[in-house]
């Protein structure tokens, strides 16, 4: 670190962002160097005077202008969106789901003999079934029409 | 985020706009200086939002993801008028470059106080729009939104490290600007 010329070091030490290899450097530097010392006073200034910004409310007329908006939007949204139910699934389900399907089609190609019941397809079936069936999708939600991932079943009420 | 498909649909957006609407708006003020501008930045922000929403990962924060369609927006505008959004330190304050002129007053603070801290922040906003919309929108994003690095670094597409160097970059221009007009004793 240059002694003469602050650098953006003070900043991510003023952040908390300093990596941990710089983190030892800068404070040991610090301890000896005042000009730079003084230069990171500056700088946590100038970030406690923006943090102390005062916010503003949102214009009620700008409320009332993004309901509108939206309204709008909700209007010229597919129709059918509402029908689609919507089942939802952790997504860790649905892949430790898949998991133990895979490695039921594994362990069945082991053990299968002439005598027992041919378990492959209904294996694969179902997996097929999951994959495709079963999916994540994002649909608008059918009461706000935003942001929503889901997954869901067409066939199931 | 996910929102209960039984509520009423009106009912279930205006609570989105009270926990998201807010931080968007100021953060579009301080990007745009002025009041319509940034009406205008959130309007087209959310409908941007509504557009691509496929596109929004839900395992992330939301307002971090709709201030990264505002600084798209406006980095867009401002490329399309071929200009940066510099204000002369020796105009005067404009009529509604006030989110900060207009805060609320401390509670124990006099009446002379009051005047003293409205017009500092009055100076300070308009040193922060002085500043190239880089290093404006980075300091903004760290110092006023109180996002991380790597947040910052989404919002605006660039990595932690060019991050770090506009915030601290911003800041030395910013706490030399904000000076020099306290020298000048601009209003």
């Not at chain 1, 010392?37 to 102390?52: F, N, P, Q, Y």
């Not at chain 1, 495709?132 to 199931?156: C, K, W």
């Not at chain 2, 009423?8 to 706009?17: Q, S």
């Not at chain 2, 030395?172 to 306290?182: G, I, P, S, T, Y």
């Amino acid at each position: 670190m240059n002694p003469h010329e602050p650098s953006d070091q003070l900043s991510a030490y003023a952040d908390g962002e300093l990596p941990a290899g710089e983190l030892a450097a800068v404070e040991a530097h610090l301890g000896a160097c005042p000009p730079c010392r003084e230069a990171l006073a500056g700088l946590r200034e100038v970030k406690s005077a923006l943090a102390a910004a005062p916010t503003r409310p949102m214009p009620p007329a700008l409320i009332a202008a993004l309901e509108a908006d939206h309204a709008r939007r909700l209007e010229a949204a597919p129709r059918f969106a509402w029908l689609w139910p919507r089942l939802w699934i952790p997504a860790g389900a649905l892949a430790g789901a898949l998991a133990l399907a895979t490695l039921w089609v594994g362990l069945s190609s082991r053990l299968a003999s002439e005598d027992e019941l041919p378990l492959e397809p209904l294996v694969a079936a179902h997996s097929r079934y999951a994959a495709e069936t079963l999916v994540p999708q994002s649909v608008p939600a059918a009461s706000n029409g935003y942001l929503q991932l889901a997954y869901f079943r067409p066939d199931e009420p | 985020m996910r929102h209960d498909a039984e509520k009423d649909p009106a009912d279930a957006f205006r609570e989105f706009i009270r926990l998201h609407g807010e931080k968007a708006y100021n953060f579009a003020l301080r990007l745009a200086g002025s009041d319509a501008d940034a009406r205008d930045l959130v309007q087209e922000a959310f409908a941007r939002a509504f557009e691509h929403r496929d596109r929004y990962d839900a395992s992330r924060p939301f307002d971090a993801w709709l201030c990264r369609i505002l600084h798209n927006i406006y980095l867009d505008g401002v490329r399309r008028q071929e200009h940066k959004l510099n204000v002369s330190l020796d105009a005067p304050v404009p009529e509604d470059a006030g989110s900060w002129e207009e805060a609320i007053a401390g509670r124990d603070e006099d009446p002379s106080e009051q005047a003293v801290r409205r017009e500092s922040q009055a100076l300070m906003q308009r040193a922060l729009e002085s500043l190239p919309l880089q290093y404006r929108a980075a300091v903004m994003l760290c110092d006023v939104d109180g996002l991380s690095y790597e947040q910052i670094g989404e919002i605006m597409s660039c990595p932690a490290g060019t991050v770090r160097s506009r915030i601290h970059q911003g800041r030395v221009l910013l706490k030399k600007a904000f000076e020099r007009q306290v020298k000048r004793g601009v209003r």
